[in-house]
């Protein structure tokens, strides 16, 4: 059995997988996953697990260089945003779209990761870094 890093087969063969700038996504309850794109549903109940708890596990085992997230969360949800910020180093580039340009950039993504979070705009799209 697996020692350390993420239990979670199917979240740890995305990461392995994962080239510079691919990309995936971490999402709340509600994000729509578009046809064709790997969802990954670890929702147990409304709220459970909580996205930052899913953020910060992943970010402990992917090297990430930018992240993009809704701009909506700057006024529905600044509480997640502090929190999400608090995650992520100076290192890490984050942007900020429309959540409907958010939703079509889930398109290019190779998996979402479901939470079952209920707070809006909790959402977030990670770009992979390289090591060296």
Do not use: C, W
Not at 42 to 59: G, M, N, R
């Amino acid at each position: 059995m697996k020692k350390h890093g993420i239990l979670n087969s199917d979240i740890a063969k995305v990461l392995v997988d994962l080239g510079h700038t691919d990309k995936i996504a971490i999402g709340d309850a509600g994000l729509p996953v578009p046809d064709g794109v790997k969802k990954i549903d670890l929702a147990l109940t409304l709220s459970e697990p909580a996205f930052i708890s899913v953020l910060q596990v992943v970010l402990s085992d992917m090297k990430v260089e930018a992240v993009v997230l809704a701009e909506e969360i700057k006024e529905q949800n600044a509480g997640q945003l502090a929190a999400v910020k608090a995650e992520l180093t100076e290192n890490e580039r984050i942007s900020y779209v429309s959540h409907e340009e958010f939703k079509e950039q889930l398109k290019d993504v190779k998996a979402v990761i479901r939470t079952g979070e209920a707070t809006p705009y909790s959402n977030i799209i990670l770009q992979s870094g390289v090591l060296f």
